[in-house]
């Protein structure tokens, strides 16, 4: 997963940056002839998908929706059945016509393209996962993982080595002479993974592909995504209606509702501040625990010190902050133990002047900004400092108190 | 209320018809004559005893032992009614009948699955092909091929297009959609969707159509004998001319054994994986590795 600094840059302020997906103003009304044009007109108005329904009969399925994706971005579309969201995931390929807005697949409008070309670009820049796997039951996972480059015209060699090399990705080599029918439901939606990576595209398109798998399942699932992700670093566009996925898989979540987009941002962004009541409530049932990270709950050491401070400020300073003992750090602020209060006061008693690195214990634990709550929730607290958190290179950035998790572990408006 | 003469129309059209396209029905004549003689030839030269190992064989290699010993038993009976020729003949038209169709019916009924205009003007079609009553169409095809095999061959062959058409729509139709909505998504072409995705799913529904296409003929040929067919066909009508019961009863009996091979075969072949020993020798080692979860990361 990328880190939070650079998940929390907003497209807006990105426009020089690269953008693999760009969508604007993207409408979709179901149906044809007069009704269609009517609520479409209506649509351009402003005017609401269930009052549409009632006026013409006519369904709107996607209603003005525009974002954009970055390059290697895991960008999630969320919302509840009916939302549109499989909808618009099939308005980004043209499995479905758009009524109305615009898509550009790295740079390039897909209005204008006639059958040949947007069957290239199929084939060549997006591949995508399906719900119900979508094998061909006919043929071998092997021969279905190669499906995309069979279509491309790709020779039997190259063909052969890349589908292999897909089927290793996901686990499933050993069995690529099955036919689907033979496997479970996750391994088959590994061979619907491997039959997009095998084809090598820059775009990745998900409909929902865990929503039939069995919860420990998913979760595997889950977490081969996250992994292959940190490896080939695709540009995903990924569609759910399980909160909890979104928030666990996604660099950002669009939160899509009647066919409308309610807002886009980070996890945390999301759940720190919901646009609207709807989103309120929705986030209210998210794990937070493994959703935020350290980074979000992070804080400024209150008290630091080091080897030549003298003995009587530090305890000075712990007093100040109501403390009882403070982290040493070294020049480059690595951190090089805790120092107690009690030896202060003796050190100051017999005029000690420095810290000495005999006085410092290891009574402390760290972590890395990127981990889950869940994975701290048993260290903060455990030590009379906070849990400190530190970079690659050893470096205090901040510390965890036990107060902050707590705090941002209840949610906003319920109690 | 005045007579619409509906009858004549259709009458004076055939006769214009008959006028107009001499040529055409020449040649669909020699053509399907040449074709019948062949085959007829093909399987009335060889004697019995070596058609019946080799009709056992092929119902052991799609099916199993069952038919086997069905197939064996059945045309030795036929052998000893003194039928045999008769059932060769008969067979040789329902094949040819039954290949025409598939011919004709299996793109009709691609064509249908795809445009839904198509389906809506070839169902009615379809269902004047099923109803009307067999004899009827034995006029028109004596009118234009005279008396013979081709026209029992021509009269067999339309009468048994329909379930080939129905059933090749309602197996494309039947084609999980998502899956070809995949196809779709990874770029393919829509003539390789239908050869690669929407043809070979409905294999099933397209060989169950033929199986139907193969066993209306044969219903169809013993009527045909009414224009001199040839065959099990003209035992049976003899007999019913001359009230003879034995002979009757030794024609239908040929007829309903050749039809329970052909309908237990073609049904066999329908099926996939295939039951019988071909599918028992290429399958062996691919069926023993039993599945293991994969690791996962």
């Known amino acids: ?415 | 209320m005045p007579r619409i003469e509906l009858g004549s129309y259709v009458e004076e059209f055939i006769t214009w018809l008959l006028r107009a396209i001499p040529g055409v029905l020449d040649a669909i004549s020699a053509v399907v004559t040449a074709i019948t003689d062949a085959l007829t030839l093909v399987l009335t030269g060889p004697p019995f005893w070596i058609w019946i190992p080799v009709l056992a064989v092929a119902a052991l290699l799609v099916r199993g032992v069952g038919l086997a010993v069905y197939t064996l038993l059945a045309f030795l009976l036929i052998c000893s009614l003194d039928l045999w020729a008769e059932t060769m003949e008969t067979l040789a038209v329902v094949l040819v009948a039954a290949v025409i169709a598939t011919a004709v019916g299996v793109p009709l009924g691609i064509w249908a699955a795809r445009k839904r205009a198509a389906s809506t003007v070839l169902r009615p079609i379809l269902d004047f092909m099923q109803t009307t009553p067999v004899f009827v169409y034995l006029i028109p095809a004596v009118f234009f091929f005279g008396i013979g095999a081709v026209p029992g061959v021509v009269a067999t062959t339309i009468f048994a297009i329909p379930p080939a058409v129905r059933l090749t729509e309602l197996g494309i139709r039947g084609v999980d959609p998502e899956v070809v909505e995949a196809a779709h998504a990874f770029g393919a072409h829509p003539r390789q969707i239908l050869r690669e995705v929407q043809l070979p799913m409905a294999l099933p529904s397209i060989m169950a159509g033929i199986n139907q296409v193969i066993m209306l003929a044969l219903s169809m040929v013993v009527v045909a004998g009414l224009a001199g067919a040839g065959g099990l066909g003209t035992t049976v009508v003899s007999a019913v001319t001359q009230l003879d019961i034995a002979a009757g009863f030794e024609g239908g009996l040929a007829v309903v054994l050749l039809a329970i091979f052909l309908d237990r075969f073609t049904a066999a072949l329908a099926q996939r994986p295939l039951k019988g020993y071909w599918s028992k020798l290429r399958n062996r080692e691919p069926a023993a590795a039993a599945p293991t979860p994969a690791p996962v990361a």
């Open chain 1, 1 to 415: 997963m990328s880190t939070p600094t650079t998940a929390r840059a907003r497209p807006e302020s990105a426009e020089t940056e690269r953008v693999m997906i760009r969508c604007e103003g993207l409408t979709k009304v179901f149906g044809s002839g007069p009704a269609a044009t009517e609520a479409l007109e209506l649509s351009r108005q402003g005017v609401g998908r269930s009052e549409i329904q009632k006026r013409t009969g006519v369904t709107l399925a996607v209603h003005d929706v525009s974002f954009d994706v970055r390059p290697g971005e895991l960008f999630v579309v969320m919302g509840l059945s009916g939302s549109g969201k499989s909808t618009l995931v099939r308005l980004l390929n043209r499995l479905i016509e758009p009524s109305d807005g615009t898509i550009e697949i790295d740079g390039r409008g897909l209005g204008g393209l006639d059958d040949a070309e947007l069957r290239e670009l199929r084939n060549r820049r997006m591949s995508m996962v399906f719900q119900h796997f979508a094998l061909l039951p006919h043929r071998t996972v092997r021969q279905n993982a190669e499906y995309g480059l069979q279509i491309r015209g790709v020779g039997e060699a190259e063909r052969r080595e890349k589908g292999e090399w897909a089927l290793e990705q996901v686990g499933l080599a050993e069995r690529a002479d099955a036919l689907p029918g033979q496997l479970s439901g996750g391994m088959q939606q590994r061979v619907g993974l491997a039959r997009a990576l095998a084809s090598d595209t820059d775009v990745l398109l998900m409909d929902e592909p865990y929503s039939a798998l069995d919860p420990l399942i998913r979760r595997d699932m889950q977490a081969l995504l996250l992994r292959l992700q940190r490896e080939l670093n695709k540009t995903v566009v990924f569609i759910t209606h399980d909160l909890n996925e979104a928030m666990l898989l996604g660099d950002r979540i669009l939160l899509l509702k009647d066919g409308r987009l309610v807002q886009v941002g980070t996890g945390p962004e999301i759940l720190a501040s919901p646009a609207d009541d709807y989103v309120a409530d929705f986030v209210a049932d998210v794990d937070r625990t493994r959703v935020l990270t350290a980074q979000d709950v992070i804080h400024p050491p209150r008290v630091t010190a080091r080897l030549d401070d003298r003995p009587a400020d530090v305890l000075h300073r712990l007093g100040q902050a109501e403390a009882t003992a403070a982290y040493v750090l070294d020049d480059d602020d690595r951190v090089l133990g805790v120092v107690h209060d009690d030896w202060l006061a003796l050190a100051e008693a017999t005029r000690t002047q420095e810290v000495s690195r005999d006085s410092l214990t290891d009574d402390y634990l760290t972590t890395a900004a990127d981990r889950p709550l869940i994975d701290i929730l048993q260290q903060v607290g455990r030590h009379p400092v906070p849990l400190a958190v530190v970079d690659d290179g050893g470096k205090l950035v901040g510390v965890v108190p036990r107060a902050a998790v707590l705090a941002a572990l209840v949610t906003p408006g319920r109690s």
